[in-house]
C-alpha cells in the first residue's frame, strides 16, 4: 500500500463523453502526476501539478484537463472521449515537483481502468 | 523525439539464475534511471534509480549505468517466481518516460 487511492477502480464510457477520474495523495505530498497506460506499453506522463498549478504536461492534447485542490488531491478531466483514450490512468504522488529536484520518489495509485465503447 | 527502448520479452529464466534486463535512451542528456517492477494488474513499483556511470546494488538486484553507450541495466540474482513480472525502464528530463517494458518470468 503507497497511501495514495484513486477512483473509481473501472469505468465504462461511451465516445463523446466527459470522464473525471480522482486521485488521492500520500499524505504530505505537494505533487500529483498523472500517466496513462495503455494494454502492453509502458505509462506515458499526461501531466503534473505542484502546488495547485499545472507543473509539466506531455504530449496530449488539450481535452486532457487537470486539477489539484489545497488538500493535494487532484482530478483528470477527459472531454470528448475517443476509443484511444481507453487505457489504465495512473496517479502518482511526490514530495516536491519533480521538475524543481533531481529525485523525489513517486508513489503510484492502484489505477483507473477506463473503457471507452 | 526522445525515446526509452527496452526487449518486450517475455525473458524466461529458471529460479535461481541471474535475470539481466536491457534498456537503451534517446536522449544524451538524461541525467536520472529508473527501474519498476509492474505485477499484472498492478501499479508500478519503485525498485531502484541510479545517476552515476557503474553499478548499484540493492540486495539482488544490481543497476548498471553507461551514459557514454546509453544503456542501462537491471540485473536481478537468485531470481525467485515471485520476480515474476514486467519491468519498466525509466528516464526523467524534464518529464519522466518510461519504455514498454520486458516481461520476465522465473520458472521454478
Known sequence: ETGVTQSP???IKTRGQQVTLR???QSGHNTVSWYQQALGQGPQFIFQYYREEENGRGNFPPRFSGLQFPNYSSELNVNALELDDSALYLCASSLAG???YSYN???FGPGTRLTVL | ???VEQNSGPLSVPEGAIASLNCTYSDRGSQSFFWYRQYSGKSPELIMFIYSNGDKEDGRFTAQLNKASQYVSLLIRDSQPSDSATYLCAVKDNDMRFGAG??????P
Do not use: A, D, N, Y
Open chain 1, 98 to 100: 519533480i521538475r524543481l
Open chain 1, 9 to 11: 477502480t473501472h469505468l
Open chain 1, 105 to 107: 520518489e513517486q508513489f
Open chain 1, 23 to 25: 486521485c488521492s495523495s
Open chain 2, 102 to 107: 520486458t516481461r520476465l518470468t522465473v520458472k
Open chain 2, 1 to 3: 523525439q526522445k525515446e
